[in-house]
């Protein structure tokens, strides 16, 4: 059965005091007035990882790092090993953003060697696709977030499959206010659990917890996670105040 997952994604924002003050506002909230059954995880720096892991329950909050290396270890100056992220008490891993992918230039076979180094490691990849606005406006959305999937994902055997969250995000609603109709994106992602079950099985496209993310916020969480195929949200903004990110995590 596949899980219910809202999982924060801080970006660069908050330092490290002020990110350890709201993942302890987070965890009080979560342990005192959360929904049992949700699965919680908070995006930080990659600075701020030792510290929250140590500040919150991982009984009922998970830590994640917002990325990692390419590579496993060696002379590449700035980078996070995928071992390093694991030491600090991180359980996932968000992969494929795709402000890593435009900002950074991120292909698909970079984040293949990601992916590969994160399962190696036993670390939950948290695996981002989606589309700009331009390929929205021409019709060729499922196109594109297809082949994002073909080329990275759609590789792995079903036991490494089986191991991956996907998160839809719609370029043109993060960060933005927009949001994709909660239409747009019960669409979508019932057309990425399709994929799956022509790739592999239906069986297999039911365990795997897919997504939604794109200025999901407590206003419109419920409508969203209502949708058969949404399975929770990966959330920006509202992930930076405590109070807001509990209304999204008992939205179910």
Known sequence: MRKKIVAGNWKCNTTVKEGVELAKSVNELVLTKGAKDVVVVLGTPFTHLISVAESVDSSRVNVASQNCAAEAKGAFTGEVSVSMVKSTGATYVILGHSERR????????????????????????????????????????KEF???????????????????????????????????ASTQQAQDMLAFIRGLIADKY?????????????????????????????????LIGGASLKAADFLAIINAF
């Open 145 to 179: 977030v297809k082949q994002q999937l073909e080329e990275t994902i759609f590789l792995l055997p079903t036991e490494k499959l089986l191991k991956i969250v996907i998160a839809y995000e719609p370029i043109w609603a993060i960060g933005t206010g927009k949001t």
């Open 201 to 233: 099985t239906k069986e297999i496209a039911e365990e795997i917890s897919i997504l939604y993310g794109g200025s999901c916020s407590a206003v419109n969480a419920n409508d969203l996670f209502s949708q058969p195929d949404i399975d929770g949200g």
């Open 102 to 141: 435009e900002y950074y230039n991120e292909t698909s076979d970079t984040l293949n060697k990601k992916l590969a180094l994160t399962l190696e490691q036993g670390l939950t990849p948290i695996y981002c696709c989606g589309e700009a606005l331009a390929i929205r406006e021409a019709g060729s959305e």
